[in-house]
C-alpha cells in the first residue's frame, strides 16, 4: 500500500472513530501533498509523499520553539501532538552508525576527497537518505568525514 492509500485509510478510520485531531492533520497532510501535485502537474510517489511530511515536522518545530520562546506551553502541546501523528507515516530513523556507514560508501562510490566535493556527496546521499535521518545531521557528518 502506497503511503497516500495509508494516508486515506487511516482518514477514514479517523472519521469513523470520531478522533478529530488526527483527521485534522491528516487532512493539512493531504492537502499538502494534493498542493504540490497540482503546483508540479506530477502524481507523488512515496518518496515526494515522504518530503511533503518532512516539510510538515519541520514547522512543527520551528513553531514549537517560537511558542516556547512566547511562553506559549499550550499552544506549543497542539504542535506536539500534530508531529506525533505525522511523524507515524515517516520511516524509522537511522542511527548515527547506519548514516556513517552510507557517507562512507558515497564516499566510495563518488570519489569525494575534500570539503569542495561535498555538493556532489550530498546530491548522491540526499535520495538515499531522505525520510531517514535528518539532513542537517547527515551535512554535519559529511563535513566531518571530509575534513578528516
Known amino acids: 500500500m502506497s503511503l497516500k492509500q495509508r494516508l486515506t485509510e487511516d482518514m477514514k478510520a479517523a472519521m469513523k472513530a470520531g478522533d478529530k485531531d488526527t483527521l485534522g492533520v491528516i487532512r493539512l497532510v493531504n492537502a499538502a501533498i494534493k498542493q504540490r ?6 502524481e507523488l510517489d512515496d518518496s515526494a509523499v515522504i518530503a511533503v511530511l518532512e516539510k510538515g515536522v519541520k514547522q512543527r518545530k520551528d513553531s514549537i520553539s517560537q511558542y516556547e520562546a512566547a511562553n506559549r506551553e499550550d499552544l506549543a502541546a497542539i504542535e506536539r501532538a500534530e508531529m506525533a501523528v505525522i511523524e507515524r507515516y515517516l520511516p524509522a530513523k537511522m542511527g548515527e552508525a547506519e548514516i556513517r556507514a552510507a557517507i562512507d560508501a558515497a564516499v566510495t562510490e563518488t570519489g569525494a576527497a575534500s570539503a569542495a566535493d561535498m555538493g ?8 538515499k537518505l531522505a525520510g531517514q535521518a535528518d539532513m542537517g545531521q547527515v551535512s554535519a557528518l559529511v563535513k566531518q568525514r571530509l575534513a578528516g
Do not use: Y
Open 37 to 42: 501535485e497540482v503546483d508540479e502537474r506530477i
Open 120 to 127: 556532489r556527496l550530498m546530491a548522491v546521499l540526499k535520495p
